[in-house]
């Protein structure tokens, strides 16, 4: 085998590696409660190993997402399963397959949602966190390893805790007169074109921000507001893994740039560290194999 056989067949198998590796998201609960994460994978993208779980406070769990994945990512609280029928249910974000796992379902507003386009136009990661379906916890992205002054690579989301401060419009109750548990969006709440960005408002042109997603948009300047929000609440890297805090610290509502990785339980780092080693590992064996062809006359 010659050397430009070599180069062709290393390239094929670099590619190959390379291309199969996948990001990885740290889904983080900081809050003093349990949190139950719902993911939804987009049409036509490959399915997450998992579609929902019980995260316990101060508990992250890593997952590792395909390659030109898209969908979304929320948090659902004050579940419980019933001991006679067995039907998980959810007073917020509840995805209603009466299960842990979501199945293939979204949330049911209001809810907090986290989105993502993997490896979308120009290769690029776009990311966001939306509260144009309402909101009901605080959350954060915070992207790790992006190639530097590639896109607009910057942490988002909603680190303040809107339910003690929402409109009385929009607040959701388990009883009345009780504090509110989750704040619904002004389309959910009146549902007028207006509001939806429906019909004759169903354009950048049309649609406008109203009192209430001017509400939001205050409180979390980097957040999806309402539909046609995108200029100050899409960013985009390259290369990156992403963490996605529920509650997550003051400070982060301060200045989203410093925010820091979690620490990390240690099984869930070793699979991280493992899956870095077996990539360069085989990198490595191939090139030696190919040196070995080449050097042999092969």
Not at 43 to 61: N, Y
Not at 66 to 79: E, K, Q
Not at 99 to 127: H, K, M, R, V
């Amino acid at each position: 085998m010659g050397l430009a056989k070599v180069s062709c067949f290393l390239f094929a198998i670099l590619f190959f590696i390379n291309g199969g590796s996948s990001t990885t998201f740290t889904i983080v609960n900081q809050c003093n409660y349990t949190v139950w994460p719902g993911l939804l994978s987009g049409a036509g993208t490959t399915p997450l190993p998992t579609t929902g779980f019980s995260l316990s406070s101060s508990e992250s769990r890593l997952i590792s997402i395909p390659t030109a994945w898209s969908g979304r990512i929320w948090g659902r609280t004050l579940c419980n399963q019933n001991e006679n029928t067995g039907k998980f249910t959810c007073v917020t974000g509840d995805c209603g397959s009466s299960q842990i796992e979501c199945s293939g379902a979204g949330a049911i507003p209001p809810a907090t949602l986290a989105e993502f386009t993997l490896n979308g136009d120009g290769n690029l990661d776009f990311f966001d966190v939306s509260l144009v379906d309402g909101y009901n916890v605080p959350m954060t992205i915070v992207p790790h390893g992006g190639a530097i002054g590639v896109g607009k690579c910057n942490a988002t989301g909603c680190a303040v805790d809107l339910n003690g401060v929402c409109p009385e419009q929009l607040k959701v109750t388990v009883e009345a007169g009780t504090a509110a548990v989750a704040c619904k969006s002004a389309c959910e709440a009146f549902g007028t074109p207006e509001f939806c960005c429906s019909g004759a408002f169903g354009t950048p042109d049309t649609c406008k921000p109203s009192e209430y997603s001017g509400f939001f948009k205050k409180a979390c300047p980097t957040a999806y507001s309402y539909a046609y929000d995108d200029g100050t609440s899409t960013f985009t890297c390259s290369g990156a893994d992403y963490v996605i805090t529920f509650c997550p610290s003051p400070s982060s509502s301060e200045d989203l740039k410093s925010a820091s990785p979690p620490r990390l339980q240690p099984d869930a780092l070793s699979v991280s560290d493992a899956s870095r080693r077996i990539s360069v590992a085989l990198s490595l064996g191939v090139l030696a194999v190919a040196v070995s062809w080449v050097g042999s006359g092969l």
